[in-house]
């Protein structure tokens, strides 16, 4: 029985997590988003309370 034969299928399974562990990381890394997040202050805002005509 040929499936039983781990030499291929070994070689296989090595090259495909070389690829994703050598190839595609950098790839994934050296994404830039088009919009840089902004920082917000640290400051909180005052909130009014909003007049409810019904009360």
Known sequence: MPQLNP???FAI???S???F???L???ITAHTFPN???LQSAE???TEP???PWH
């Open 7 to 9: 030499a291929p299928w």
């Open 13 to 15: 399974l090595v090259f």
């Open 21 to 23: 562990l050598v190839v």
């Open 25 to 27: 990381p950098p790839k």
């Open 17 to 19: 997590w070389m690829v």
């Open 36 to 38: 840089s997040p902004t």
């Open 50 to 52: 909003w007049n409810w």
């Open 44 to 46: 909180k805002t005052k």
